[in-house]
């Protein structure tokens, strides 16, 4: 009799979890039956955004089925991020965000909405972004030699804008400083597109923005590009020397996007975002817009993604820490 009953109930358990593995394998398999929302946490015009409007575009495609960009801006990307983070866990809300909300805010930001450790499932990597330094073009500066010239003759005076604090645009001006023996007004806005429209207008002197948002700013003279922050030049900007060229030997840095989900959920739902995500970042069409536009298509799988935002996470967690920069 005890034998029977251990053996209907091994027998239970072993249908009730075939039957879950079946169910989610066919929910995987069936995903996505209606649209799907991916959360971009700044303004539309940045980097950030214009990297996921081109996966979005190509993943409605793929999968039959709207694929909408909301904008949240807000707090360095936190509160578009915390949406996403207390969304509900099936695959429909999802969220492309940057080094900046995901890897340096943990560190630059005391408090958090969300516990930046636990709140998401990574997905993959869309693309590395260099960032370019960026000028107002009535000013007379030609190089980074000038812009180093009057920040030096005139302390606090040269200002420097931002996508958000603590934003891979922020970091690199700060490192910037750090290198030059430079002090500038640091200016955060609340996306890299009020900030390059500011640039534009003259109220603020300098923006470190990526190229992906740069490159068309730059071509039609409504912006002055000087230096890259890339160990290399970009092929987007190729007449544009590296800040390492420029006389600042080992200055690397920049930005990357890539999409998670909300922590929960399925793994299945998981892999198949991260293979289709890959497999539209493999197409040469979306390769070669992507490089012209001045990002390098860096698929990742989850595995990876994860781990690359560990490191970065290590990496900017120093710098924050060496510069004493906080934001609380």
């Known amino acids: 009799m005890k034998i029977s009953l251990r053996l209907s109930a ?9 039957n879950a593995t079946t169910i989610l394998a066919q929910t995987s398999d069936a995903y996505p039956t209606r649209p799907v929302t991916i959360v971009v946490p700044f303004p539309p015009g940045g980097g950030t955004d214009v990297g996921a409007r081109l996966v979005a575009q190509k993943l409605s495609l793929k999968w039959g089925q709207p694929v909408i960009v909301e904008n949240r801006g807000g707090a360095a990307g936190r509160l578009g991020a915390d949406v996403v983070a207390k969304a509900k866990p099936d695959g429909y809300t999802l969220l492309v965000g940057n080094v900046g909300t995901q890897s340096v805010n943990p560190a630059l930001y005391k ?7 636990k709140a998401f499932a990574p997905i993959g990597m869309i693309a590395e972004l ?3 330094m960026l000028v107002t073009p009535s000013l007379p500066w030609q190089n980074i030699k ?3 010239d009057a920040a030096k003759k005139e302390p606090g005076k040269v200002t420097f804008a931002s996508s958000g604090a603590g934003g891979a645009p922020h970091l690199a001006g700060e490192i910037f400083q750090q290198v030059s023996g430079t002090k500038m007004l640091h200016i955060a806005y609340k996306g890299g597109g009020p ?9 603020v002197n300098i923006y470190f923005g990526t190229v992906l948002e740069s490159v068309g700013h730059v071509k039609t003279g409504k912006l002055k590009g000087l230096g890259v922050t890339s160990a290399t030049r970009s092929p987007a900007l190729p007449e544009l020397p590296t800040i390492a060229e420029s006389g600042y030997a080992g200055f690397d840095t920049g930005s990357w996007i890539g ?3 909300p922590a929960g959920t399925p793994a299945a739902i998981i892999n198949k975002v991260s293979a289709d995500l890959r497999e539209v970042l493999a197409l040469p069409e979306t390769k070669q817009t992507l490089i012209t536009q001045g990002a390098t298509p860096w698929p990742m799988t989850p595995e990876q ?7 970065d996470r290590q990496r900017y967690g120093r710098i ?7 934001s609380d």
Request: no cysteine.
């Open 195 to 203: 900030a390059a429209l500011d640039l534009m207008a003259g109220h």
């Open 10 to 18: 091994l027998l239970f358990s072993f249908f009730a979890a075939f």
């Open 146 to 148: 000038d812009v180093v």
């Open 259 to 261: 999409m998670l989900a």
């Open 111 to 117: 408090k958090m909405p969300y516990d930046a450790d």
């Open 305 to 311: 993604f994860a781990a690359r935002i560990n490191t």
């Open 320 to 326: 924050i820490m060496e510069n004493n920069l906080s």
């Open 130 to 132: 260099p960032l370019v």
